[in-house]
């Protein structure tokens, strides 16, 4: 650490006394590491910033942790992740994922957002697909694809025993 430099480790610090701070190059990135204080045994915890650092130890010493709005984008955007996988990884409500979300400006996702419309309707009418098949084929509900089928005048098949497909 350079002379006059903030102590950036000082606050984990003395929010865990048990603990030894250091900040270290690994492969190129800044890590903070932590390691237990007379416990050899004790694992090695690192992170890329102190914030996400202290978020791990207090999570492993049951303390509670805050929930960050860049965790929750990252989880969504770059993962992938539903606003309900979400929900479940940081154990808050759905509502509380689109409210974080709304903050960071990102858009919410809908199911089959995306999907091609005339597709649906080409393979349920032409293909024969039922609304389960063509909902599993294109990853949205079959209430969805109801939908799709009514906005393009589209009539449905009685429900019942599937008619036989042409080859």
Do not use: N, W
Not at 27 to 35: F, I, P
Not at 48 to 54: D, G, K, M, Q, V
């Amino acid at each position: 650490m350079e002379p006059g430099a903030p102590d950036e480790l000082a606050a984990l610090r003395d929010a865990f006394p048990g603990y030894r701070f250091r900040r270290k190059e690994i492969r190129g990135a800044a890590c903070y590491l932590a390691e237990a204080r007379g416990a050899a045994d004790a694992p090695l915890a690192a992170a890329r910033s102190p914030a996400i650092l202290a978020d791990m130890l207090a999570a492993a010493v049951g303390r509670p942790v805050r929930l960050r709005a860049e965790a929750v984008a990252a989880a969504y955007r770059d993962l992938r992740m539903t606003v309900q996988q979400c929900a479940q990884l940081f154990g808050v409500s759905r509502t509380t994922i689109v409210k974080f979300l709304a903050a960071e400006g990102i858009a919410v996702r809908r199911p089959g957002d995306g999907v091609d419309d005339q597709a649906v309707v080409t393979a349920y009418r032409d293909r024969g697909l039922s609304l389960h098949e063509c909902a599993a084929r294109f990853g949205i509900s079959p209430r969805r694809v109801t939908a799709v089928l009514d906005r393009h005048g589209v009539a449905r098949r009685p429900a019942g025993r599937p008619r036989d497909r042409a080859t």
